[in-house]
């Protein structure tokens, strides 16, 4: 039998970029166990449809973490971002603002689709693997923009890594309040007609407690604005943020002591 080799040329983009949505919001939601957990808090995997010029394709949230990501079909794929206008006036700011730029290392992602051949054992033929990878949105796109910024280039990490440092050790996402700056920088970018953090919308998975006769059980339901999701997610997550030690804190917006950020992945 022939072995043919395929690449990505030989898949429609539409179509790996609808893989990579699917395979990475699979694996998200892997990570809660909704039967037979004491776990209640909520979480969000959505996209953002129409939102998506002035923030990304796509909104994640869990356990205290934000996130806002781009979805391409491929590596190559990633160079598209800088043709968009909303987004050259997005780095344009990135490289006079570190504060800005900082909050966006660690909120904004892009996750892209490869390809890993395998031939296994007792295979006829090879096994074409389509994976994940993610890294941060300005370290990926800045080699294609016309500014400079202040950072090294990006590395990248599979889905699973990622959701390790997002939901675990949480050294990427930003917190509630670093997270609602951020959309609200990116919505005065995009100017009249933008969205913003009070008009951010999709859905959130919120645990709805039982009664008497029905049992408790896990739903959809849209949100409108960042505050309405932060409460139906975990409602007394605003306050216990504000007692979080400032010391303590990965996410304050302190001057940095190096000459530049660091991606940390």
């Given amino acids: 039998m022939e072995n043919i080799k395929v690449t990505q040329g030989d898949i429609p983009l539409r179509d790996m970029e609808s893989n990579v949505v699917a395979r990475f919001s699979k694996a998200f939601e892997a990570r809660f166990n909704t039967v037979g957990s004491e776990e ?20 994640l949230a869990a ?3 934000f996130a806002i990501i781009e979805f391409k079909a491929t590596l190559e794929a990633i160079e598209t971002e800088a043709r968009k206008g909303l987004r050259q006036k997005l ?19 892009v996750c892209w689709g490869t390809i890993e051949t395998h031939q296994p054992p007792g295979f006829e033929i090879p096994v074409h693997e389509e994976v994940d990878m993610l890294s941060r949105y300005a370290a990926m796109v800045a080699p294609f923009m016309n500014v400079k910024l202040n950072l090294s280039a990006g590395r990248s990490m599979p889905t699973e890594k990622f959701l390790d440092r997002f939901l675990g050790a949480r050294t990427v996402g930003g917190t509630y309040g670093r997270f609602r700056k951020y959309l609200n920088e990116l919505g005065a970018i995009a100017g009249r007609g933008g969205g913003d953090s009070a008009t951010i ?9 039982g009664s008497a006769t029905v049992p408790g059980r896990y739903a959809h339901a849209r949100f409108r604005g960042l505050e309405e999701l932060q409460l139906l997610m975990q409602p007394r997550g605003l306050e216990r943020e504000s007692r979080l030690p400032r010391s303590r804190s990965r996410d304050r917006d302190y001057p940095s002591r190096n000459n530049g950020p660091r991606l940390g992945l």
């Fill in 63 to 65: 356990n205290a973490r």
């Fill in 91 to 109: 780095f344009a700011e990135l490289a006079i603002r570190s504060d800005f730029l900082r909050r966006s290392l660690d909120i904004h992602m």
């Fill in 40 to 59: 209640r808090e909520g979480w969000a995997n959505t996209t953002l449809g129409k939102q998506d010029a002035e923030f990304a394709d796509h909104l």
């Fill in 201 to 209: 919308q999709g859905m959130v998975c919120v645990y709805l407690p």
